[in-house]
């Protein structure tokens, strides 16, 4: 299968996709202040289109998510551990994330972001991936939704070799979608 083959958004469809977030975004909070938190390292690319579109103040706060196996009286156990969270008690807060999968990491975040009582609280994602969904989750905004079990490569989503983030296109496939794509402009 060639790499064109595996382009599932372009690169203009995806700006078309982030500029009407962004409208449906600002008309929702109507010029007030706007805490965005960005989880690194999927969401940087998507984040930073979708902010540029809004119009109302904006601050960044960034948050890494790290996912260790640990032992629970021997039992192995997948956790997530992040950082330091902002202060955002009060304030209007939109969590960004490139994919919603599983729905595990985004709702543990929210619930933890939620605790310092914001005023509100919402999820906008690039990919809402709903296949593999094991909690009860919706994002409050996304660009596009898929069935599809593949790994995603481009706009800031790497593929499973680690490479793609740079890819303007997002495409579906496997781990040879970043391969052929880069021996066909080599030709």
Not at 27 to 40: A, M, W
Not at 54 to 73: T, Y
Not at 149 to 176: K, M, P
Request: charged residues 35%.
């Amino acid at each position: 299968m060639s790499a064109r083959s595996r382009v599932s958004y372009s690169a203009s469809r995806i700006a078309k996709q982030v500029v009407a977030l962004g409208r449906a975004i600002e008309r929702e909070y109507k010029g007030r202040r706007l805490d965005v938190v960005i989880t690194l390292d999927r969401g940087f690319v998507f984040a930073a289109d979708l902010i540029r579109q809004l119009r109302c103040r904006v601050v960044c706060h960034f948050v890494r998510e790290d996912v260790r196996d640990v032992d629970h009286d021997g039992h192995a156990r997948r956790e997530v551990f992040f950082g330091a969270r902002p202060d955002l008690k009060g304030r209007d807060v939109l969590l960004v994330d490139a994919v919603l999968d599983s729905g595990v990491t985004q709702e543990f975040l929210l619930r933890r972001l939620g605790e310092s009582r914001p005023r509100s609280l919402r999820l906008a994602v690039l990919l809402d991936k709903t296949a593999r969904r094991k909690v009860n989750l919706e994002p409050d905004y996304f660009a596009f939704r898929t069935a599809s079990n593949q790994v995603w490569t481009g706009y800031g989503l790497a593929g499973s070799s680690g490479r793609g983030q740079n890819l303007r296109d997002l495409l579906r496939g496997g781990r040879n979608a970043v391969g052929q794509r880069s021996r066909r402009r080599r030709k």
